[in-house]
């Protein structure tokens, strides 16, 4: 009878000690419950501003963020038969707004979240000069100048900038021979980078992407030259009531992500 007694002693207070380290312990290692992944569909121009955005929204929320990249129009049609994304991060405002009308995002939430500057690139230095003469006046064969890239203005609004500034320039009909296409503006990079094209069409987020010894040469294309390049975020419908969704769009208008965009390349005007 009294070994019986101690028995359930012992047992009962091994539990309570066992209940006890589980309850202080288990919060530690228990994922959030509030803890929601979203998906953005993110113009390609911006990738480098959303690696620096990443880590701090997620830290600031406990959210986690999933990017796919691609030009514009290709997520709006990936968005339009019904790719799983919660946000659009567009290059344009004509997309979003597109996506609006025909009930696939939620009217009101949308917001320009950063102003395009177009540049002309090499990574040869002596290229480009600082008005960039070399688009008018400059003997491109004696230069060894053979392709020029643009993003498919068809799909990248970044392209439709380019090619407004050599139709401004009055040489789009003579240039027209040298252009290579990218898909998009990160394969646009590539085919400079590579020196597949001696100059390139690029946003400027993406020169100054990368560490100074490599940025080469590059011109900052008046403004005057092509209509605004105003990158529209929007919220899709697919997830309206996504409260994760709601607050990376929330993120991206405060002066911490503001300040981030603004120092990769974005103006303000």
């Known amino acids: 009878m009294i070994l019986n007694i101690y028995d359930n002693v012992s047992k009962n207070l091994i539990l309570m000690v066992f209940i006890l380290v589980f309850s202080v312990f288990l919060p530690n290692f228990a994922p959030s419950a509030h803890a929601v992944e979203v998906k953005a569909a993110v113009a390609s121009n911006f990738t480098s501003v959303i690696k620096q955005l990443k880590p701090l929204f997620e830290k600031k929320t406990g959210h986690n963020l999933v990017s796919s990249f691609a030009s514009s129009g290709t997520l709006f049609a990936q968005i339009y038969n019904g790719a799983p994304f919660d946000i659009f991060l567009s290059a344009d405002r004509q997309r979003p707004e597109k996506l609006i009308s025909e009930g696939l995002a939620v009217d009101g939430s949308q917001f320009v979240y950063a102003h395009g500057q177009l540049c002309l690139w090499s ?51 003579s240039i027209n021979s040298r252009l290579v296409i990218g898909q ?27 560490p100074k010894p490599k940025r080469g040469a590059y011109w900052i294309i008046p403004d005057l030259l092509y209509s605004p390049i105003q990158q529209t975020a929007v919220l899709l419908n697919k997830d309206e009531k996504n409260a994760a969704a709601k607050a990376f769009l929330e993120f991206l208008q405060t002066p911490e992500a503001i300040r981030i965009i603004k120092s990769s390349g974005y103006s303000d005007y």
Do not use: C
């Open 123 to 173: 990574s040869h230095a002596e290229l480009i000069d600082s008005d960039g003469k070399i688009l008018t006046e400059a003997k491109w064969s004696n230069l060894g100048i053979r392709h020029i890239a643009i993003a498919n203005p068809k799909t990248a609004p970044y392209g439709i900038a380019a090619m407004e500034t050599l139709k401004a320039l009055g040489i789009n009909k």
């Open 184 to 210: 998009n503006t990160a394969q646009t990079f590539q085919f400079v980078v590579s020196d597949n094209a001696q100059l390139g069409f690029l946003a400027l987020a993406q020169i100054i992407s990368l």
